[in-house]
C-alpha cells in the first residue's frame, strides 16, 4: 500500500505548504517596513536561520509556480538566488 503524501489547496505537499507558511509569516512581520527594508529584511532573516535544505526546497516550491508565496517574500527569495 502506498502513501501519498497529503497536499494543501494549492496542491503543496505539507511539507512545502509549511514552509510556504513560514516564508509568509515573515513577509507578514516586515511588510510594515519601507519596500526596500522589508525585501533586504527577508532575505537576511532567510539566509540566516534557513538551513540550506530549506532554501532548495523553497526554490523548487518557486520553480514549480511559487503558489501562495507573498510578494515581498517572493522578492526576497529571487534575490537569494542571484
Known amino acids: 500500500m502506498s502513501v501519498v503524501p497529503s ?4 496542491g503543496l ?3 512545502d505548504a509549511k ?5 509568509n509569516q515573515i513577509a507578514t512581520f516586515f ?3 519601507p519596500h526596500e527594508s ?3 529584511g527577508i ?3 532567510i539566509r540566516k536561520f534557513w538551513d540550506p535544505r530549506m532554501r532548495r526546497k523553497i ?3 518557486i520553480l514549480a509556480g511559487g503558489t501562495g508565496i507573498d510578494p515581498l517574500a517572493r522578492e526576497a527569495l529571487d534575490r537569494l538566488a542571484d
Open 43 to 45: 532575505e537576511s532573516h
Open 31 to 33: 511588510a510594515s517596513q
Open 19 to 23: 514552509l510556504v507558511y513560514m516564508v
Open 7 to 10: 497536499t494543501d489547496s494549492h
Open 59 to 61: 526554490r523548487d516550491v
Open 38 to 40: 522589508a525585501v533586504s
Open 13 to 15: 505537499s505539507a511539507g
